[in-house]
Nanobody, 124 residues
Framework: QVQLVESGGGLVQAGGSLRLSCAAS????????MGWFRQAPGKEREFVAA????????YSGDSAKGRFTISRDNAKNTVYLQMNSLEPEDTAVYYC?????????????????WGQGTQVTVSS
């Protein structure tokens, strides 16, 4: 298991940008596929983006395509989510998660470790 801590959330105006970070504990960070998910009030948690162990392949959910970019720095045990052109509909708690394997389609049930989440609020 890996311990995950998200940061970087906050309040931003529509059209703005934020970069979320997720710091992982342990020395085996590169052994995990990392993902970002989000959950808005009253809605199910949804897939945002994922990245493979070395960062060579990324996957994006429909809400992220063309606007959000996932990346990772294995030397820093950190995964990032760069979010551009934010919209009020992007308001949610954003979670990072880890999985030793890549399961497709990518679902919340594929990931075993989760952070506590970071709130992103986009004002119109």
């Amino acid at each position: 298991q890996v311990q995950l801590v998200e940061s970087g959330g906050g309040l931003v105006q529509a059209g703005g940008s934020l970069r979320l970070s997720c710091a992982a504990s342990g020395r085996t960070f590169s052994s995990y596929v990392m993902g970002w998910f989000r959950q808005a009030p009253g809605k199910e948690r949804e897939f945002v983006a994922a990245i493979t162990w070395s960062g060579g392949i990324t996957y994006s959910g429909d809400s992220a395509k063309g606007r959000f970019t996932i990346s990772r720095d294995n030397a820093k045990n950190t995964v990032y989510l760069q979010m551009n052109s934010l919209e009020p509909e992007d308001t949610a708690v954003y979670y990072c998660a880890s999985s030793p394997r890549l399961h497709q389609p990518i679902r919340t049930t594929s990931f075993g470790s989760w952070g506590q989440g970071t709130q992103v609020t986009v004002s119109s």
